[in-house]
């Protein structure tokens, strides 16, 4: 028992240190343009729902969570934000919806909103991250001018507290490692095809993975849902939410979120790296 704890103690002082070194650099991004799902949404559904939902409090600031979540942990001060709860890649195949039933623009929806509003801004490409977790919006990202370009994997969405009344954990996690193998080998296709291009995979698989395997040394006690949301509102079931790994049946806790920022800027910070080194390709 008592090596046992002391291993925990060690890996959680190795963790909380790797993570003061990884925020003690600079990210080699000032803006970043992201078009993700409801895990980064800043407000734009509580916008679209007239202030109704997600609820604020016990919801954060409009947030899927119950803080801040990674996007704000990150470090890049000039957020763009174009993720929306709800939402699909693309309205014209599946429409994405949220609450009173209302449409939610989907990923090449919103590619296309931000195009409109590129004469009005003053893009430094160079210094711009573009998020996305699909592949079908990339080549319009390509075509805007986006120079670096962040793909975000699945998660396990058979450990989700959403996903168990279906009891299908191993279809759930076939459906999602076939989507990350295939958006790998889609990556490695636009590496090659767009040489001046930066793409990476954010593996959230894989740390969520871990971070279930290894709970108790990241503070997490709990795959349960912190609170239930029947009919748009808000059921507390529990009185800790940061030793949850889920705030609701979809959606992580801030401290989870802390954890994905973390390992977000450490892979950003190889980045720039590549600015040093490759100035013949990417320029600051």
């Not at 996305?132 to 994997?153: M, S």
Request: net charge positive; with cysteine; charged share 15%.
């Amino acid at each position: 028992m008592y090596v046992y704890q002391l291993l925990n103690g060690l890996f959680l002082f190795t963790l909380i240190f790797n993570v003061y070194k990884i925020q003690s650099k600079e990210v080699p991004f000032d803006t970043i343009v992201c078009f993700s799902d409801s895990n980064s949404d800043i407000g734009n559904v509580y916008k679209l729902s007239n202030s109704t939902w997600p609820i604020d409090p016990p919801y954060y600031k409009r947030r899927y969570s119950n803080g801040k979540i990674w996007i704000d942990k990150l470090g890049i001060s000039n957020i763009i934000d174009y993720a929306y709860g709800g939402a699909t890649t693309d309205n014209h195949l599946v429409r994405g919806s949220t609450i009173y039933n209302l449409t939610v623009p989907g990923v090449r929806q919103r590619i296309a909103m931000y195009k409109n509003t590129i004469h009005l801004r003053k893009i430094h490409y160079h210094r711009t991250l573009y998020t996305i977790w699909i592949v079908n919006g990339i080549n319009d990202l390509i075509r805007i001018g986006a120079k670096h370009i962040l793909i975000i994997n699945l998660p396990l969405f058979e450990a989700y507290p959403a996903t168990a009344i279906f009891n299908a954990t191993a279809l759930l996690k076939k459906l999602t490692l076939d989507h990350n193998n295939f958006l790998l080998n889609s990556v490695q296709l636009l590496r090659e095809n767009h040489s001046k291009i930066s793409f990476e995979i954010f593996d959230l698989y894989s740390l969520i993975s871990n971070i279930l395997i290894n709970m108790t040394a990241y503070g997490i006690n709990s795959t349960n849902k912190c609170w239930d949301t029947p009919h748009y509102t808000v059921v507390p079931l529990c009185s800790t939410p940061n030793t949850y790994l889920f705030i609701d049946q979809f959606h992580f806790t801030t401290r989870v979120h802390q954890f994905i920022a973390d390992a977000m800027r450490k892979l950003l910070i190889k980045w720039k790296a590549l600015f040093k080194s490759h100035r013949s390709i990417f320029s600051v």
